[in-house]
């Protein structure tokens, strides 16, 4: 019943974004600048966390930093080109947290060998 429920608001709140696209696209750029900002806040705060034990700390620090300067840069684009600008930081997003998630592996597999 709750499946159905949200199947009909969802229904109902695509409506208005059918009917007026750059409206909506507007309004998930300033949500994905806002996510951006965020994830590079919870990055800085998890770098300095990890420094005592984590002898790459500073990568994460730096996507952070990274992330944030993104998320404002974002955030102060014009309409036309915010779009450009998502597409490439989304990407960039990806690899930033890719390169992360290899380093890490790899810490943890030379931790295991120990």
Excluded at 58 to 78: A, E, P, R
């Amino acid at each position: 019943m709750a499946v159905v429920i949200f199947g009909i608001l969802l229904a109902v709140g695509g409506i208005p974004c059918l009917i007026h696209p750059s409206a909506t696209f507007a309004g998930v750029a300033d949500i994905l600048a806002f996510v951006f900002v965020l994830i590079g806040v919870v990055w800085m705060y998890q770098a300095f966390v990890e420094r005592a034990f984590n002898d790459l700390w500073w990568l994460t620090l730096i996507s952070g930093i990274l992330m944030m300067v993104m998320g404002f840069w974002v955030s102060g684009q014009f309409f036309i080109t915010r779009a450009d600008t998502l597409l490439v930081f989304a990407g960039v997003w990806g690899v930033m947290t890719g390169i992360v998630y290899v380093v890490r592996a790899f810490q943890i597999r030379k931790l295991a060998d120990l």
